[in-house]
């Protein structure tokens, strides 16, 4: 019986051990992405840690709310910090290297000027009560915040203030850049 030696020998080629760069198409087709999670870095700016990202995305959905609810987790006074945060969030946006930075402060006023008009409640569920009370010095929004979070793990709180009338800074210096009281 005769035998095709040529295409024997193609079949038992064996495989070759040299790196697969020899290839002309590149070492591509031999490699995965390797999947990261990491703080952005518009978040990572941002003083009290914003969930900037999940924020826009669900502003790009109509989600105000929810995009409302995920500041709250982080900041309760988004108002203010939406209008008198110097925004460091925009400075290390990457849009930046595109066309400008996304106007991260305007979308935080926007949302909680929202909530404001539509009598928005969060749905973020508070600790059982601890029983316990704390006493804060300052109304201004780092005591609020205080008194919020408190609030939120389940204590009381009391907040002290020498001033005649709540506040702190906004109800002082801010007030006329963006803190309008309501009549
Ligand atoms: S503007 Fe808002 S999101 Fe940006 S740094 Fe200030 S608090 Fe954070």
């Not at 029983?131 to 907040?159: R, T």
């Amino acid at each position: 019986m005769e035998t095709d030696l040529s295409l024997k020998k193609n079949l038992y080629m064996p495989r070759t051990s040299v790196t697969t760069e020899s290839n002309k198409t590149g070492s591509w087709r031999f490699l995965r992405p390797r999947y990261e999670e990491k703080t952005s870095p518009c978040s990572a700016a941002c003083p009290v840690g914003e969930d900037i990202a999940r924020i826009e995305m669900l502003i790009t959905q109509g989600a105000f709310k929810e995009a409302w609810e995920t500041i709250l987790r982080e900041n309760p006074l988004p108002g203010v910090c939406g209008r008198v945060c110097y925004h460091p969030c925009e400075g290390r946006c990457n849009r930046r290297e595109f066309d400008t930075a996304i106007a991260v402060h305007t979308m935080e006023r926007f949302l909680a000027d929202t909530a404001v008009r539509n009598e928005m409640k969060p749905a973020m569920k508070r600790q059982s009560p601890k029983g316990k009370s704390v006493a804060i010095i300052g109304s201004g929004p780092a005591g609020l915040a205080a008194a919020w979070f408190l609030n939120m793990l389940g204590y009381e709180s009391e907040i002290f203030e020498a001033l005649p009338e709540a506040g702190g800074c906004c109800a002082g210096e801010f007030q006329p850049i963006g803190c309008r009281r309501r009549s």
